[in-house]
């Protein structure tokens, strides 16, 4: 069984009676599952946020592959420069605009 893919999330607004809210949607195709004001947005990625860490944590714990074991991509994976034969070659200095 494959995992389920995470909803679309679109700024989008819906009816409260006869006024009209601003919010986020998350949506499953046309199919909205839930609405939130921007408060609610911001607390939630906050508690996400929180999650994935906790998610990398363990996974380092148990010294594995945090973006294999939880799940979750690493924050920012060193990258790897190899020549056309295949050889790793030395990063390039980076610059503040990188």
């Known amino acids: 069984m494959s995992r389920p893919r995470p909803p679309q999330v679109k700024a989008r607004p819906w009816r409260d009676g006869a006024r009209t809210v601003p919010g986020i949607a998350f949506m499953r195709g046309e199919r909205v ?7 609610q947005a911001r607390n939630t990625a906050d508690k ?3 999650l994935a860490d906790q998610l ?3 996974a ?3 010294g594995g592959n945090t973006a294999h074991k939880a799940g979750v991509s690493a924050h920012h994976p060193q ?3 190899t020549a056309a034969d295949g050889t790793e070659e030395p ?3 980076a ?3 990188d």
């Open 33 to 39: 599952l839930a609405y939130m004001t921007a408060a």
């Open 48 to 50: 996400l946020h929180d």
């Open 56 to 58: 990398e944590q363990q």
């Open 60 to 62: 380092r714990n148990r």
């Open 79 to 81: 990258p790897k420069l």
């Open 91 to 93: 990063l390039l200095p």
């Open 95 to 97: 610059t503040i605009a």
